[in-house]
């Protein structure tokens, strides 16, 4: 009875990191590995915007966008509980993350980020997705600025590069307790 409601009054784990790391996969597994609920942030702002973020960066910037994290973050902290939230690249930047849940960075070397998206069945549109990958020269500028950043906002650093799915999420489980 006890480790029911340990497990009803979970924090939300909330996972950071560069975009193309495995997010939205890790927390799919995480979802059908607890009894937790998947909240994606992107998905969030698309259906309250009813568009795709690469519209919404073309269409209204880079600035919109975060006003749109940080409004989504606001939502969060006051009414979602017992979930994993994964989260776009940008997104660790909202102010007060730490009262979303705990925060897991998702880590893994630039390289090892374009491998694992080339290897996807789907790769095009992997890459197609993220409008700031066009630019690999930009986006490992992006990844070499934010990656300290990132570390600096984790409560859990995973390493994930040539890490299974299982092993992730049985990591994750382990130290979010």
């Known amino acids: 009875m006890q480790e029911e409601e340990e497990k009803e009054t979970m ?3 909330v996972l950071i990191g560069f975009m193309g790391v495995g997010k939205g ?3 799919r597994a995480l979802v059908k590995k607890s009894d937790m609920f998947g909240v994606d942030t992107d998905d969030l702002i698309e259906s309250m915007e009813n568009r795709k973020v690469k519209t919404i960066f073309s269409e209204n910037g880079e600035e919109y966008f ?3 994290e940080a409004k989504t973050a606001k939502w969060l902290s006051k009414n979602v509980k017992n979930s994993i939230i994964s989260t776009g690249g940008g997104f660790f930047k909202v102010d007060k993350l730490e009262k979303i849940g705990t ?3 998702l880590r893994s070397s630039f390289d090892g980020i374009i491998e694992r998206l080339n290897a996807q069945p789907n790769a095009k549109k992997k890459f197609k997705k993220r409008p700031l990958l ?3 020269k930009k986006a490992k500028k992006l990844f070499a600025q934010r990656a300290p950043l990132y570390e600096a906002k984790a409560d859990i650093v995973v390493h994930v590069e040539k890490m299974s799915v299982d092993k ?3 990591k ?4 979010a307790k």
Do not use: C, F, G
């Open 11 to 13: 924090s939300n784990i």
């Open 25 to 27: 996969t890790i927390a």
């Open 66 to 68: 975060r006003a749109l």
């Open 103 to 105: 925060v897991v960075y």
């Open 134 to 136: 066009n630019d690999i």
């Open 168 to 170: 992730i999420v049985a």
């Open 172 to 175: 994750i489980l382990k130290e």
